[in-house]
């Protein structure tokens, strides 16, 4: 094979997986302000469990009060992530198995995250997610999480 074509697969490749990688977004057509109507607010069938964190402050980037922390987090079916903020608390969700919906306060509709696709919450973002499959949801969670707000994902599972 000649380097030319080398570099076209691979950037074909490349593209693929690109477009796979990326989770479901509201579509166009659905952006609009939803305040989420009767948004639960307790979790129901969550297992949330911290695997690691680094503590910020120490770090050359001297956030105070901050962890990078890494979570593995199942959702069974039928189960809850209760309505939650990202004001301050930025994070990727990495979908290891499963679908799951998230109602976004973004979104006039439920957002469908597939296995092998990874969600971005950021500032502004408000919602809740639901498994409403008939197999458990497996998710890895990177977030920067700020121990001193009380109502941290973790203080709520």
């Known amino acids: 094979m000649n380097q030319s074509t080398f570099r076209q697969i691979t950037l074909a490749a490349a593209l693929a997986l690109a477009g796979a990688a990326h ?16 948004a ?4 129901v ?11 910020l402050a120490r770090e050359n980037v001297k956030l105070e009060q901050r962890r990078l922390r890494l979570r593995h987090m199942t959702i069974a079916p039928g189960g809850i992530v209760p309505m939650h903020s990202h004001e301050d608390r930025p994070a990727l969700i990495m979908v290891n198995s499963g679908e799951i919906y ?6 006039a509709v439920p957002i469908l995250h597939k296995a092998g696709e990874t969600a971005r919450e950021f500032m502004g973002t408000k919602h809740w997610w639901k498994n409403t499959g008939s197999v458990q949801v497996d998710l890895t969670i990177g977030d920067i999480v700020n121990d001193k707000k009380p109502a941290t994902m973790e203080k709520m599972m």
Do not use: Q
């Open 40 to 43: 639960p607010t307790a979790p």
């Open 102 to 107: 998230e109602y976004n306060s973004k979104c």
């Open 23 to 38: 989770a479901g977004v509201c579509p166009a057509d659905k952006v609009a302000a939803n305040d989420l109507p009767g």
């Open 45 to 55: 069938g969550v297992v949330d469990t911290e695997l690691a964190s680094i503590d």
